[in-house]
C-alpha cells in the first residue's frame, strides 16, 4: 500500500507491505534479503499523518473528483461531440476516445500538444488497444480543466 496517488505523496517514495499469507510473507522476505529500505523519513511522516488524519481531507478531494468529472463528461457532451468519453471506474485519468478525428497516433499526439495545446497522455503508449485514445488527468483546479477543455474544442472544432 502506498499513500502516494491517493494523498498526492508520490515523491516521497513511501510505502508499506503487509502480507497476512506466512507462505508469501516469506517469499517476499527471501527476494529482498540482502536490499537495504531506508524510508524518507518526510515521506514516513507524511504516509503516517495522511493515515491518521485525512479522512476528511480526503472526502473533500473525491466530491471534488467526482465534480470534475461531472464536467467534463458534460462539457464533451454538449460540446465535442466526436470525441468519446470512457468514465473511470476508479481513478482520476479519463480515458478519450479519438478514433472518430480519423487521426493515427502520431498526427493526434501532435494535434494534441500543437493545435489544442494540451498535455495528455497518448493512449497508444500503453500498448495495442490504446490507439486513438488520449488520457485526461481531472485532479486539478476546475479552471485549469476548464482551459484545456476549451481548447480542446476549439481545436477540433477546426478539423
Request: proline share 4%; net charge positive; aromatic share 10%.
Amino acid at each position: 500500500m502506498a499513500p502516494s496517488k491517493t494523498f498526492n505523496l508520490a515523491g516521497l517514495q513511501c510505502s508499506s507491505v503487509i502480507i497476512p499469507n506466512d507462505k508469501l510473507r516469506q517469499r517476499f522476505a527471501e527476494a529482498r534479503a540482502g536490499i537495504q529500505l531506508r524510508p524518507n523519513i518526510f515521506g514516513i511522516t507524511a504516509m503516517e499523518a495522511a493515515y491518521r488524519y485525512g479522512d476528511e481531507w480526503l472526502d473533500q478531494v473525491h466530491d471534488y473528483l467526482q465534480a470534475n468529472l461531472e464536467y467534463l463528461m458534460d462539457f464533451f457532451v454538449k460540446n465535442i461531440k466526436k470525441i468519446g468519453v470512457i468514465k473511470p471506474e476508479g481513478t482520476y485519468l479519463v480515458w478519450l476516445d479519438c478514433r472518430a478525428l480519423g487521426m493515427d497516433n502520431m498526427t493526434l499526439r501532435k494535434f494534441m500538444r500543437e493545435k489544442a495545446k494540451v498535455g495528455v497522455d497518448d493512449g497508444f503508449l500503453f500498448g495495442p488497444g490504446g490507439e486513438g485514445f488520449e488520457r485526461i488527468n481531472i485532479a486539478c483546479p476546475r479552471t485549469v480543466l476548464e482551459e484545456g477543455l476549451k481548447r480542446i474544442a476549439t481545436a477540433v472544432k477546426t478539423l
